[in-house]
């Protein structure tokens, strides 16, 4: 591991803010810190910088870094409102790092970073005339000038818009594999953490509830509460858990956490077998590709389903549904 946490903790005043997280960060690979408001994820992020006195050990390639100060670890802290200089054009922004260093080749090295972010031909202008999301990736470029050998990104696009945190995500996902940096982000936003990141941390209460590659995470929650907030819908448990799962097939568990699409309205014509879900709609919403249904289904109770655009299935009439095990994730 590049990156390695073990049994860090951070209190503030004698209160807990991280209470020893233990987590690694394999070079090359962005690890996304994901967690609700409170949770101690930037808490974290501050420590691994340097900013927050620590506990526990926090290392680079083997190397504890207990007592190396913040402009000696080597890493690069880009927060969510980019923190650009106003008075300078974006070039000199990018280049700002360069200069203090003496480094060599800044112009060359500028105009790459423009160009790797996209932003080729906007070095003479200021950062006043450009959007929100081009000022975010003249921000990452003046990160990445130094070559950190590890990114911080600090809620770095909670600032946007929503649809243009969801484009820039994927055009930050894009810069950060080209430039081969390694990377810890972290976020509220479950859709950013999984479209950036090759690894997720989720925690809770200043605790590290889980962590893993993403799919794991995704196909296998710690427990419900882990569940809702990586974005599942609802979360069953006894027998409502074991009638879900019997309908898709899987063998029973204690819970199961389900997605908003994983029950659809069955519109065949052949006979249902013993553990088809059957229910009666108490909500139909049409959007354009699908006819989003709450209904109750019978000894399970209120379920999100999905319906296909020429079906219009009405509040009152009775259906019957199939179950996709792929989005289901049963909880031990």
Known sequence: MSLSLTGVSVDYDGVPAVVDVDLGLPAGQVLAVLGPSGSGKSTLLRAVAGLEPARGTIAWAGQDLAGTPTHKRGFALMFQDGQLFPHLTVAR????????????????????????VGLSGYGDRLPSTLSGGERQRVALARSLAV???????????????????????????DILVAAGTTALMVTHDHDEAYTVADRLAVMRA???????AIDEVWAAPADPETALFLGYARVLEGTAADRVLAAA??????????????????????????????????????????????????????????????????????????????RLATIR
């Open 206 to 212: 200043g605790r590290l509830v889980q962590s893993g």
């Open 93 to 116: 922004n990018v280049g700002y790092a360069l200069r203090l260093r003496r480094a060599p080749d800044t112009e060359r090295r500028v105009t790459e970073l423009l160009e790797l």
């Open 147 to 173: 070559e950190p050998r590890l990114l911080l990104l600090d809620e770095p696009l909670s600032a946007l818009d929503a649809g243009l945190r969801e484009r820039l995500a994927g055009e930050l996902r």
């Open 249 to 326: 097939g899987l063998r029973a568990a204690s819970a199961v956490a389900v997605r908003r699409s994983a029950l659809t309205v069955d519109v065949s014509e052949g006979s249902a077998g013993p553990e088809a879900l059957r229910g009666v709609v108490l909500s139909a919403r049409v959007t354009p590709d699908q006819v989003r249904l709450v209904v109750d289904v019978e000894g399970v109770g209120e379920l999100d389903a999905v319906a296909s655009v020429n079906t219009h299935p009405a509040p009152g009439e009775p259906v019957r549904l199939t179950v996709d095990p792929s």
